[in-house]
Structure formats: C-alpha cells, structure tokens
C-alpha cells in the first residue's frame, strides 16, 4: 500500500510560481509512475502532468504545457510540479497519483493511489 502526501499549496497572485511535492511511502517508489490532476469547484478532476518510472517521459495537458514541470527524485521517493506563471482558471485542488500501469497515464483510472489533495489558488 502506497501513501502519498502532497505539500506547498498556497495563494499567490497571477504570475507568480508554486512548486508542488508528493511524498510517497509504503512502496518501491520507482515502480510506479507518477502523475498529478486537478479538480476545480463544480469541475470534474482533470489531468495536469505525469512521468514515467525513471523520469525519461514526461506528459503534459495543453493548457499547463510550457508553464508547469513536473520532475521525480526517485532517492528521495518524492515527485514534484514546479508551477509558473499562474493564472486564475489554474485554481484547484492539486492531487498527486501512483500507478502501476504505464498506459494513458492521462486518464484517472489508471491510477491506484492517490494523495489527500493540496489547495492552489491564483489571485486575479
């Protein structure tokens, strides 16, 4: 059993940066891959990043491309989501994810753990 524990939410204007962890215990950290979603109030979650095992692929929605990274310290068990340039609509609970399966890494399901949720919320 995998837990994952997410930090470094806050508020912060448009523009600004937030980096996001999730610190997983429980598990071979680097069997997994790693991904994080999002859900807005009255929204359905949707996907945000996600990287393979060994931090080799990396995947991204179009509307975070070019603005968030996300990254993995497979020593420190621990996968990360440096956000830039925030915008208002980026306002969401951020949640990080652990799957097995190395398909469609952009869908939910494919998912078996999954953290408590951090909130982010970008100021107009």
């Known amino acids: 059993q995998v837990q994952l524990v997410e930090s470094g939410g806050g508020l912060v204007q448009a523009g600004g940066s937030l980096r996001l962890s999730c610190a997983a215990s429980?598990?071979?950290?680097?069997?997994?891959?790693m991904g994080w979603f999002r859900q807005a109030p009255g929204k359905e979650r949707e996907f945000v990043a996600a990287?393979?095992?060994?931090?080799?692929?990396?995947f991204y929605a179009n509307s975070v491309k070019g603005r968030f990274t996300i990254s993995r310290d497979n020593a420190k068990n621990t996968a990360y989501l440096q956000m830039n340039g925030l915008k208002p609509e980026d306002t969401a609970v951020y949640y990080c994810?652990?799957?097995?399966?190395?398909?469609?890494?952009?869908?939910?399901?494919?998912?078996?753990?999954w953290g408590q949720g951090t909130q982010v919320t970008a100021s107009s």
């Open positions: 429980g598990g071979t950290f680097s069997n997994y891959n």
């Open positions: 990287i393979t095992r060994s931090g080799s692929s990396t």
């Open positions: 994810a652990a799957s097995r399966s190395g398909l469609k890494l952009g869908i939910a399901t494919q998912y078996d753990y």
